[in-house]
Antibody, heavy 118, light 111 residues
Framework: EVQLVESGGGLVKPGGSLRLSCAAS????????MDWVRQAPGKGLEWVSS???????DYAESVKGRFIISRDNVKNSLSLQMNSLRAEDTAVYYC????????????WGQGALVTVSS | QSALTQPPSASGSPGQSVTISCTGT?????????VSWYQQRPGKAPKLIIY???KRPSGVPGRFSGSKSANTASLTVSGLQAEDEADYYC???????????FGGGTKLTVL
């Protein structure tokens, strides 16, 4: 069974930093593209960042230059380093596995809440 | 404002069918057969129910079906059940620059 478990969420002041982690199990992590998708309170979904099995990386324009995605294929973990945080970054951040067919997110973690507020 | 346009709400009675639309552009929905649909119940993570326009992952009931015409994709839920009440989001691949874009979501109410 695929399991994705996020950690590292919390309250941070504007301009601050936070690092999210996602522990993966139940599949061969090193062969899958992994993503971060976020959802602001009461709002829709927004793709944030993607990292392929061969470290091809993409970022949404809204986070480019501030967020850094990385993966550790030995520890089966995905990370998102979030710097220069803004109030509009407040959201539940989901770790998601790319299904491998057509840019769909086949499996999701339970989410980690990040609140940016003074 | 979301890149893909969905109606904010939809409704139907048990047993009926309901269709939710998802309108994009020739840069996303109209250019790729990479449209997905997700179901999200309150307080839960989204769940993939349709990928590549019309394919269903294992375990998703056949009551859920997807289609696409030009720049608009559609999700049809047939034989509505109370458990189908949820928010539904569409997404589409949008090329290497924008990667994946989502719709704003549709709240489906089973009357």
């Amino acid at each position: 069974e695929v399991q994705l478990v996020e950690s590292g969420g919390g309250l941070v002041k504007p301009g601050g930093s936070l690092r999210l982690s996602c522990a993966a199990s139940g599949f061969t992590f090193s062969t899958y593209t992994m993503d971060w998708v976020r959802q602001a309170p009461g709002k829709g979904l927004e793709w944030v960042s993607s990292i392929s099995w061969n470290i091809d990386i993409d970022y949404a324009e809204s986070v480019k230059g501030r967020f850094i995605i990385s993966r550790d294929n030995v520890k089966n973990s995905l990370s998102l380093q979030m710097n220069s945080l803004r109030a509009e970054d407040t959201a539940v951040y989901y770790c998601a596995r790319d299904g491998g067919f057509g840019y769909e997110f086949s499996d999701w973690g339970q989410g980690a809440l990040v609140t940016v507020s003074s | 404002q979301s890149a893909l346009t969905q109606p904010p709400s939809a409704s139907g009675s048990p047993g009926q069918s309901v269709t939710i639309s998802c309108t994009g552009t020739s840069s996303d929905v109209g250019n790729y057969n990479f449209v997905s649909w997700y179901q999200q119940r309150p307080g839960k993570a989204p769940k993939l129910i349709i990928y590549e326009v019309s394919k269903r992952p294992s375990g998703v009931p056949g009551r859920f079906s997807g289609s696409k015409s030009a720049n608009t994709a559609s999700l049809t839920v047939s034989g509505l059940q109370a458990e189908d009440e949820a928010d539904y989001y569409c997404s589409s691949y949008a090329g290497s620059k924008n990667y994946v874009v989502f719709g704003g979501g549709t709240k489906l109410t089973v009357l």
